[in-house]
């Protein structure tokens, strides 16, 4: 059985106590879902993703009701873009700060992907 994988994200102006998040991979290797992604930003903040990683986007689809984000990776593989509201306003959102995460700790590997 996979073992799970945790880390802390940086702060925000919103979560100035910091945040958390854990990654169960699948246990089905036919599954086209890596894992499940879970984040922690305060006690009443806490949503759980499946994630994929389908042509240089890692996908993440909100298990409660099925909406499904998307962050496009630069051609180094990088998080460049994601689909959510919250990116639109800010530039940056707990999706893209997750994925620098999940490639960081080897859980994500994304090969080089089309130009964002």
Do not use: N
Not at 19 to 37: E, N, Q, V, Y
Not at 87 to 110: M, Q, W
């Amino acid at each position: 059985m996979p073992l799970p994988t945790c880390g802390q994200l940086a702060p925000t102006l919103t979560h100035k106590a910091g945040r958390r998040w854990a990654f169960l991979p699948s246990a089905d290797a036919t599954s086209p879902s890596l894992g499940t992604l879970t984040i922690v930003q305060s006690k009443r903040d806490t949503i759980s993703y499946g994630v994929a990683l389908e042509e240089g986007q890692v996908l993440f689809l909100k298990l409660t009701d099925g909406e499904v984000y998307g962050v496009t990776l630069d051609r180094a593989g990088r998080p460049a873009k994601c689909s959510c509201p919250g990116y639109c306003f800010k530039k940056t959102c707990k999706h893209c700060d997750c994925t620098k995460e999940l490639l960081a700790d080897g859980v994500l590997d994304a090969a080089p992907a089309h130009a964002a």
